[in-house]
């Protein structure tokens, strides 16, 4: 279990660069309630129990309280973290 994380790294960045993402025209809202919630789908060790998208300027997120994660977007830079 020791690679799963950077697995899931890999993951995110490959989908966020095989995606034509131009923030500039994308409804950011739409576009981070979707990429939470393949995260949720392809990721259930990670991201269990769906949670509600929070919004807290400049960012849209979720928290998971079983695993102590957070993933979102930020508004200001338009890129995805997960901590």
Do not use: C
Not at 30 to 57: C, G, R, V
Request: charge should be negative; avoid cysteine; glycine fraction near 4%.
């Amino acid at each position: 279990m020791k690679n799963t994380p950077k697995k899931f790294a890999i993951g995110i960045y490959a989908i966020i660069l095989s995606s034509n993402f131009n923030p500039a025209f994308a409804d950011l809202s739409s576009d981070t309630e979707t990429l939470l919630n393949w995260a949720e789908n392809t990721y259930p060790a990670y991201f269990p129990n769906h949670q509600a998208t929070q919004s807290i300027e400049p960012w849209l997120f979720r928290f998971y309280p079983d695993t102590g994660i957070y993933a979102g977007v930020n508004k200001g830079d338009n890129k995805v973290y997960v901590t």
